[in-house]
């Protein structure tokens, strides 16, 4: 279906800016990278990622590394390996702080790569982590005693699970983001079912040390409770309104004691009076009958629940690749701190923070400008609210508070994380790391939200976190959180030339500041209150074409954020023209071509989450832009102003954008994101032979690094932007 669609960002002249000549050693490397992955063959007008990508995998023969993304990401790992093994080294020496944040992290690294394997055992985790005071769970029950089910309660064995991060099993646990608490039914979009077939299973039980002639029976019996509540879940999924009840309350409605239930989670006493958001209300009032369950099913199913939440944590060991990646995901502010230190030299970190914040600040100028021209026609105080929220945006530069002294505050922060000094054990590590970070997020309980320059990003769980190479923005907060590892050759040079730091970075930030003004973050303001103003721009007949389509949300960030990254380098460029050229490449083309290491990548085959496939994606970003068919002279596309067809020539303007073309995600995460679903894992197989080349323990990464540094590639498998 075709529509008719204005754009808002009015026709760019062409500018060629031109640069002092000193800059050529970096602008040199990055253009030959380009051209060295382009395929002459293919038409860049019809095939723009054949033409861009075409010679990729020729180019990066060599490279361990599907994308510029998964580059960028390992960069980081070799270089916190290095440093792990330099901390050894140095934890030798008499005088070593053992109560520093360096040798904090040294030890969790340690433990995950060396403790034995029986430490690592399911088994092992639900002996340290029972289902309460005095109890074992039901198999484990030595031998000759009776489990004692009288003393069994589902709902304070929830609650002694839930400080490990267990959650959305029977009840589902949140920190609203005004800081208040709410209860909710759990959701099955991923059943027991799904997750583990019964081979599977069968493995599981048997680390769980469930008796082989048992495992039959306890499979049918924990997934036949599963599908009970799965039921239950469906019968009240029409049921959403959201009540702001008192405990007292909500006891006297459920006759379920959930004042201690409550308390446990948060970690303190609470008044019965105190009030908790609760939604699906009937379902919580037919948990009732979970009384008349048998105590060591519900037992056995919140046990298995809870070793399927350990084991998408947990590692097993051996590889410094693995648990790199595990220290960073557990201990994101130590590691963070730590590659900063060593690998990132104060003056240049300064020089490339600011030069990004001046790119950032130059997409913000000419997004407000675009918006004040208001072609759509939104009413003031439509106009008003939109530019009220891209003036709040914040950039945050390595996910740490601004203002304060880094070491100073992550030291306090991990001050009473205890990482054992004596005997390696995985999951004893393990478990007091998960109870940490919980404990960090409960505190939030009923605590004043921080302010944009004092916040840091601290997902609920480990497995929450983006690549460390993925900028994302943050709807509730009105922040886009960016990486340290982003500010690396290839994909950051200070030095170089404007088109490639607006084509690369300066596209990666307008694509993450469009998620600010996208179907969810419109409707909420700078400080994550609901307000009005954005539902009724939603409901303009206009913006509903843009809402009906699959991926419409990551796929208008693409397109909207290439014409703002292209209006910001055109505004720039025209402010700093020079005589002098260092190259005889068009740079328009370079800049449309540097945009397109974002998307190419190895062939091997991913599913990707929010988004169309990379070859579909590119094509859809340069279809009809005037300035990139100028740029490759190709035919000019009559749909580009007036007509659109939304399948592939989509060219919505920033303002319908703002009007919530968007889909509003939690965390929009980035075109240098791995945006596709069990990234990890896939990401892990890419790089089995990259892990290999390291020795099991800690062999000195100092050879893969210069490898890498050898190397100007940019292996782009980029699923998300």
Same mark, same amino acid.
């Given at each position: ?9 009015? #026709? %760019? ?30 038409? =860049? ?53 053992? /109560? ?10 340690? +433990?995950?790569?060396?403790? #034995? ?41 929830? =609650? ?30 991923? +059943? ?42 469906? $019968? ?25 239930? %409550?308390?446990?989670?948060?970690? *303190? ?16 009032? =037919? ?6 369950? *048998? ?25 410094? %690749? ?9 201990? /994101? ?50 106009? @008003? ?41 995985? =999951? @004893? ?18 605590? #004043? ?79 994550? +209150? ?46 700093? @023209? ?27 085959? $991913? ?13 859809? %970003? ?40 968007? /889909? ?8 240098? /994101? ?22 099991? *323990? ?24």
């Amino acid at each position: 279906m075709k529509w008719i669609i204005c754009l808002l960002i009015a #026709p %760019i002249v062409a500018a060629s800016p031109i640069l002092n000549a000193a800059f050529n050693n970096s602008n040199t490397r990055l253009l030959n990278n380009i051209l060295g992955n382009v395929n002459e063959d293919a038409s =860049a007008c019809g095939n723009y990622f054949g033409y861009a990508c075409g010679n990729y995998v020729g180019h990066n023969i060599n490279d361990y590394f599907s994308n510029i993304n998964q580059k960028l990401s390992y960069m980081m790992y070799y270089d916190l390996i290095q440093q792990m093994d330099e901390l050894h080294q140095i934890s030798q020496i008499p005088g070593f702080n053992e /109560s520093s944040v360096d040798a904090k992290a040294l030890r969790y690294y340690l +433990n995950c790569l060396d403790a #034995p394997p029986e430490t690592r055992t399911a088994e092992h985790y639900l002996r340290l982590a029972t289902p309460g005071k005095g109890l074992t769970w039901p198999h484990l029950t030595p031998s000759g005693f009776e489990w004692p089910r009288d003393k069994f309660k589902w709902m304070n064995t929830l =609650a002694n699970l839930h400080r490990y991060g267990l959650t959305n099993v029977i009840v589902n646990v949140e920190i609203t983001r005004n800081s208040m608490l709410k209860l909710s039914m759990p959701n099955f979009k991923v +059943n027991l079912h799904d997750w583990l077939k019964l081979k599977d299973f069968g493995i599981t039980l048997y680390d769980m040390g469930v008796p082989y002639n048992r495992q039959n029976s306890f499979w049918h019996e924990v997934t036949s409770l599963e599908w009970f509540l799965e039921e239950l879940t469906n $019968r009240n999924e029409d049921d959403e309104e959201m009540h702001f009840m008192s405990v007292q309350d909500i006891e006297w409605t459920t006759e379920l004691k959930w004042q201690r239930f %409550i308390e446990a989670i948060v970690g *303190h006493r609470i008044s019965s009076r105190l009030r908790v958001y609760i939604q699906n209300l009937n379902y919580f009032t =037919a948990l009732r009958r979970m009384d008349f369950i *048998h105590a060591e099913l519900l037992a056995n199913y919140i046990m298995t629940r809870f070793v399927l939440h350990i084991r998408k944590n947990a590692n097993d060991g051996g590889d410094p %690749i693995k648990c790199i990646r595990n220290l960073r995901s557990s201990m /994101s502010l130590a590691s963070s701190l730590l590659y900063k230190e060593r690998f990132q030299d104060p003056t240049t970190l300064e020089d490339n923070i600011q030069e990004v914040e001046q790119i950032f600040d130059q997409l913000r100028r000419q997004l407000i400008h675009q918006v004040n021209i208001n072609r759509l026609g939104l009413t003031s105080k439509q106009k @008003r609210m939109v530019i009220e929220k891209v003036q709040a945006i914040v950039l945050n530069i390595g996910n740490i508070p601004k203002g304060l002294d880094h070491r100073s505050f992550v030291s306090r922060y991990y001050k009473d994380l205890e990482i054992s000094t004596g005997n390696l054990d995985y =999951a @004893r590590e393990h478990l007091k790391m998960l109870e940490f970070r919980m404990r960090k997020h409960m505190a939030q309980f009923q605590q #004043p939200f921080p302010s944009s320059e004092e916040y840091f990003h601290m997902p609920d769980t480990i497995t929450d976190f983006q690549s460390p190479s993925s900028p994302y923005y943050l709807v509730d907060k009105n922040i886009i959180v960016m990486p340290y590892p982003l500010l690396q050759e290839p994909f950051f040079v200070s030095d170089s030339h404007d088109v490639f730091k607006y084509s690369l970075m300066g596209f990666t930030l307008a694509h993450e500041m469009m998620h600010a003004i996208g179907t969810r973050g419109i409707l909420v303001d700078s400080h994550g +209150n609901d307000q009005d103003v954005g539902q009724k721009i939603l409901s303009l007949p206009q913006f509903q074409p843009c809402l009906n389509t699959e991926h419409h949300e990551e796929r208008l960030a693409d397109i909207e954020g290439l014409k703002l990254a292209f209006a910001a380098y055109s505004s720039r460029s025209k402010q700093s @023209r020079n005589d002098e050229k260092f190259t005889s490449v068009n740079l328009e083309k370079i800049f449309f071509l540097n945009v397109a290491q974002l998307f190419c990548t190895d062939n091997y085959p $991913r599913n990707f989450l929010h988004h169309d496939d990379h070859p579909l994606r590119l094509q859809q %970003i340069v279809n009809g832009f005037e300035p990139f068919e100028r740029a490759f002279e190709c035919p000019r596309n009559s749909l580009q102003c007036d007509k659109c067809e939304f399948s592939a020539n989509v060219r919505p303007d920033v303002e319908a954008i703002a009007a919530a073309a968007l /889909s509003g995600m939690e965390m929009g995460s980035g075109p240098g /994101s791995e945006g596709y679903e069990d990234a990890d894992d896939e990401k892990s197989k890419a790089m089995e032979n990259a892990s290999q080349r390291l020795a099991v *323990h800690r062999m000195t990464p100092t050879l893969e690094k210069s490898h890498l540094g050898g190397s100007t590639s940019s292996r782009i498998h980029n699923p998300g932007i």
